[in-house]
């Protein structure tokens, strides 16, 4: 199997506070984890590529200071919130990559935030 | 970068129907892989298809890498089909899956 959950679910915080979001892969390991963003009726956006031991990659126009990414071991990857404010609020997804001789994406079940 | 466009947009049928969803990519590409988004959200790995035919129960996929282009069949639809397929494909040496706007289909009973 290739199962990826995330936590929370939804989550509804007050402007100014910080929310962490963590992604796991339950039954692979994942040198590799990907964020992405997705708004109402439209498509994926990658914001950052995490990678185990090493600092993450960030799509131009993503705030690195504002989203913050700890890739601690090779089944856990963080997204933290930093500042939340009205318009950071939307669909996060995760992924992992599952290497099996190809490069083949898993996704986890998305948070939704919503910033008051 | 790679442009990927999927068409139609949205497509409606009547349960039972089959019907047939594009994908057309820019440049070659390393990956390609069909998914599935629910109404909650989840997006579901269908296919991992870079190039050939694959078959699973009522969906099969066909990518044809030199013309660029992969479709999706859904025979016998059901209510449950219903959803959001996105197509997204990998170019180069990295990892980064670049996806499709996505079709909306809605199967009605």
């Known amino acids: 199997g290739a199962v990826v959950s995330q936590h929370p679910s939804r989550v509804i915080c007050k402007s100014g506070t910080s929310v962490k979001i963590e992604c796991r892969s339950l039954?692979?390991?994942?040198?590799?984890m990907f964020w992405y963003r997705q708004f109402p009726k439209q498509s994926l956006m990658l914001m950052a590529t995490?990678?185990?031991?090493?600092?993450?990659?960030?799509e131009q126009g993503v705030e690195k200071d504002k989203f913050l990414i700890n890739h601690a071991s090779l089944t856990l990857s963080t997204l933290t919130v930093t500042s939340a404010h009205p318009e950071d609020s939307s669909f996060y997804i995760c992924?992992?990559?599952?290497?099996?001789?190809?490069?083949?994406?898993?996704f986890g079940p998305g948070t939704r935030l919503t910033v008051l | 970068g790679i442009q990927v466009e999927q068409s139609p947009p949205d497509l409606i049928l009547q349960e039972g129907a089959n019907s047939t969803l594009r994908c057309n990519f820019s440049?070659?590409?390393?990956?390609l892989q069909w998914f599935h988004q629910n109404p909650w959200g989840q997006l579901i790995n269908l296919f991992y298809?870079?190039?050939g035919t694959k078959q699973n129960g009522r969906l099969s996929a066909t990518t044809v890498a030199t013309e660029r282009y992969s479709l999706l069949y859904i025979s016998s639809s059901q209510t449950t089909d219903s959803g959001v397929y996105f197509c997204?494909?990998?170019?180069?040496?990295?990892?980064?899956?670049?996806f499709g706007k996505g079709i909306t289909l809605s199967v009605r009973p």
């Open positions: 992924s992992a990559e599952k290497r099996t001789g190809w490069n083949e994406q898993f």
């Open positions: 997204a494909v990998i170019t180069g040496a990295n990892s980064k899956l670049t």
């Open positions: 298809i870079p190039s």
């Open positions: 440049d070659s590409v390393n990956n």
């Open positions: 995490s990678n185990e031991g090493s600092k993450a990659t960030y």
């Open positions: 039954d692979f390991q994942a040198t590799t």
